[in-house]
């Protein structure tokens, strides 16, 4: 998975948020070569940092849900910790990062004074907004920060050049999206513990098409799907999908596609379940226009894969892997809590001021 930049500016503003905390004491030799890209040493602290704002980022997203150890949580089901998953994308970003640097000029693409100075500028101020401690264990010095800035802005230039390329008309008809509502009734029978799986009797199979017959009754008798869904201890779902849509059943959809605006289906049997479909509107504009943009975002992918693949396949390419793996998640790196905003003081009552528990933010 590569991660894309929305632009220079972005990048900017996320990078100048401050990370608080303290560490433990680190020997990591930070100019020891984690990789060599194209015969271009990437150094060990590049890749640290990095990954240590990567580990922050999701820190702030998943440490909620899934406890702030959960970098070591084999969230995927894998067979590995989610981190070693993060470390690997670092990795793999890096290298994109340090082909594209070596093979931008061949598009006229670089970065401009202003831009590179930006980019100084806000390594400055992330350096000057973090405290020694989580500085060192996050190898964060100036020239690091600054070089990763600057290869994360050349990279999203040489994207958008190539994005440029792209034919940026869709035709209305690919792209066109419908809106239904359906209720599906499962035929699929029940597991047990063990996995074994007891399939529904005749009498229950038709127990639940009585069921979907009395939701079709009440919406043609003026009840809307979900109130009638309801009425049967079930619910409506709502969707758009459009021409080579997939996400249902080939007969449910073929069955909406013959539906009017406001109209809807008989009972639909698939080897899932029953369906009752109504349709909504025969043309979302909404949805229409989310699949036109998802459209050329496919072709500008395409367009900027078809750059960078070959050069990346031929480019020779080796990683420290020993190296990499000291790149461990024993500690925790959090961005800073805001601070609640003082209540103001009502005359005649008394206010106790806010409690503030400082909490180690990197362990």
Not at 7 to 34: H, Q, Y
Request: glycine share 6%.
């Amino acid at each position: 998975m590569r991660k894309y930049m929305a632009g220079f500016l972005i990048l900017l503003f996320v990078m100048t948020t401050a990370l608080t905390g303290c560490s433990k004491s680190s020997r990591m030799d930070n100019t020891a070569e984690a990789m060599n890209v194209g015969g271009v040493s990437v150094p060990l602290g590049e890749v640290n940092f990095y990954l240590r704002y990567q580990q922050t980022q999701m820190q702030g997203m998943y440490g909620l849900y899934f406890g702030e150890d959960f970098m070591n949580q084999d969230l995927m089901g894998l067979g590995t910790p989610y981190g070693e998953s993060i470390r690997d994308t670092v990795v793999s970003t890096l290298q994109e990062y340090y082909v594209v640097e070596s093979h931008a000029e061949e598009l006229s693409v670089s970065l401009t004074d202003e831009e590179k100075n930006q980019a100084s500028e806000a390594a400055k101020a992330f350096l000057a907004a973090n405290d020694s401690k989580t500085l060192k264990a996050m190898s964060a010095d100036e020239a690091t920060v600054t070089h990763v800035l600057q290869l994360a802005a050349l990279q999203s230039k040489v994207y958008k050049t190539c994005a440029a390329t792209i034919d940026s008309v869709v035709d209305p008809e690919s792209v066109a999206q419908k809106r239904i509502s359906y209720v599906m009734n499962s035929l699929m029978g029940t597991t047990d513990e063990e996995g074994n799986v007891t399939e529904l009797t005749e009498s229950e199979r038709t127990e639940k098409k009585t069921q979907m017959e009395a939701i079709l009754a009440d919406v043609k008798a003026g009840s809307d799907l979900n109130t009638a869904a309801q009425t049967q201890g079930l619910s409506a779902s709502s969707m758009t999908y459009g021409k080579d849509s997939s996400s249902l059943a080939e007969a449910v959809l073929r069955a909406a596609d013959d539906l009017e605006e406001g109209e809807c289906s008989d009972v639909i049997e698939t080897e899932d379940g029953y369906y009752v479909v109504f349709m909504e509107s025969t043309f979302d504009e909404a949805a229409t226009e989310t699949a036109a943009q998802n459209e050329l975002s496919q072709r500008e992918r395409a367009a900027y894969d078809a750059w960078y693949t070959p050069l990346f396949e031929n480019t020779e390419i080796t990683t420290n892997d020993e190296l990499l793996q000291t790149l461990t998640f024993e500690r925790i790196f959090n961005q800073p809590v805001p601070e609640e905003p003082e209540a103001e003081e009502t005359e005649g009552t008394e206010t106790e001021e806010p409690v503030s528990e400082t909490e180690e933010e990197v362990k």
